[in-house]
């Protein structure tokens, strides 16, 4: 199965695998696994903000759909669970944090926590790269790179990346996560304004979320 996903992803992974600039994002195609689609504007979303470090925008979401190219496509006879495969421990919630360096040092370097984001109601977030299997392909592990499994993140000013994580419990009722000299607080963004903000990060829009 892991060798299909490779046939089927390493197209689209390409576009993946450079961190992108801020003017620059991805349209998401669809709702993340398990959050319900929605289709008015003005649906509020789930989010979890970061302002701890200075000058730097920190947006945890449910992973948006359209971002994981391990997933089953149209057509295909042989069922998929996605990301899900390529993980020891699962079956996770699957979350995405954007980081953007607006006004922050030269180049942000930021590490998760070992232990992960705690958070308020029991939930633990966890890099992916914390629980990545240990035989995946060495064909896959430079494409997951380029999705964000990773722990560390070095982020240029003007620049934005990106890391998965994972959590066994379901985080959207938790009211905030901390770990790390981090602190998450949660919020609710109309979907038509967190669409546009991952199309285009804006510095004073995120001040409002």
Not at 63 to 85: H, I, T, V
Not at 118 to 141: E, M, N, Q, Y
Not at 194 to 209: C, I, V
Request: with cysteine.
């Amino acid at each position: 199965m892991l060798g299909v996903a490779v046939t089927v992803v390493v197209t689209g992974a390409v576009l993946f695998v450079f961190v992108p600039r801020i003017s620059v994002w991805f349209e998401p195609s669809g709702p993340a696994p398990g959050v319900p689609e929605v289709e008015r504007p003005d649906a509020p979303m789930p989010v979890w903000v970061s302002r701890s470090l200075e000058g730097c925008a920190l947006l945890l979401e449910p992973l948006p759909g359209g971002m994981d190219p391990f997933a089953r496509r149209d057509g295909e006879e042989a069922s998929s669970d996605g990301l899900q495969e390529v993980l020891e421990g699962g079956p996770y919630h699957l979350l995405l944090l954007t980081v953007c360096n607006f006004e922050g040092p030269d180049v942000l370097h930021l590490e998760l926590p070992g232990d992960g984001l705690k958070g308020a109601r029991g939930a633990t977030l966890k890099p992916v790269s914390a629980v990545l299997r240990p035989d995946i392909p060495a064909a896959l592990r430079p494409i997951l790179a380029g999705l964000g499994a990773s722990a560390v993140a070095d982020v240029p000013r003007g620049s934005s990346a990106r890391m998965l994580l994972v959590a066994k419990q379901d985080p959207r009722g938790g009211e905030s996560f901390a770990g790390g000299g981090l602190l998450f607080e949660r919020r609710e963004v109309q979907l038509v304004t967190l669409t546009g903000w991952r199309e285009s990060p804006d510095w004073k829009a995120f001040q409002d979320f």
